[in-house]
């Protein structure tokens, strides 16, 4: 084989392994309490309203906080993810709509009703 067909050979397999390089991607939202949640709810404010961060790397969706939240989240839908987080006695539904215009979290709990929206930042 002559030098020029193994260069070729080399960039061909160079660029394969280049494109399965997947890029990570990220939102960063600040959740706001819902005006109509009850004092029960307040209570798990300080673990809602701060940056919250969707990271979508490999396939795999992950939602992070400083308070300590790090929840791997599944596609229900294209671009819509979506968990359930236990923070003490509370129950969260959390959904990542990246699908809506603009991108959305949800923080939602059953029993008490607590509810916390964001929109991208």
Same mark, same amino acid.
């Given at each position: 084989?002559?030098?020029?067909? !193994?260069?070729?050979?080399?960039?061909?397999?160079?660029?394969?392994?280049?494109?399965?390089?997947?890029?990570?991607?990220?939102? /960063?939202?600040?959740? &706001? &309490?819902?005006?109509?949640?009850?004092?029960?709810?307040?209570?798990?404010?300080?673990?809602?309203?701060?940056?919250? /961060?969707?990271?979508?790397?490999?396939?795999?969706?992950?939602?992070?906080? &400083?308070?300590?939240?790090?929840?791997?989240?599944?596609?229900? !839908?294209?671009?819509?993810?979506?968990?359930?987080?236990?923070?003490?006695? $509370?129950?969260?539904?959390?959904?990542?709509?990246?699908?809506?215009?603009?991108?959305?979290? $949800?923080?939602?709990?059953?029993?008490?009703?607590?509810?916390?929206?964001?929109?991208?930042?």
């Amino acid at each position: 084989m002559n030098k020029a067909v !193994r260069r070729t050979i080399a960039l061909g397999a160079t660029m394969t392994l280049l494109t399965g390089v997947a890029v990570a991607q990220s939102a /960063t939202f600040w959740l &706001a &309490a819902d005006p109509g949640n009850i004092q029960g709810c307040i209570a798990a404010d300080p673990q809602f309203t701060r940056q919250h /961060t969707f990271t979508l790397e490999d396939g795999e969706a992950t939602l992070t906080a &400083a308070g300590g939240i790090h929840t791997k989240m599944k596609q229900v !839908r294209p671009n819509v993810y979506e968990t359930d987080y236990a923070l003490g006695r $509370m129950h969260m539904h959390i959904v990542a709509d990246l699908a809506a215009t603009p991108p959305t979290l $949800m923080v939602s709990e059953k029993s008490l009703g607590c509810k916390w929206t964001a929109k991208k930042s």
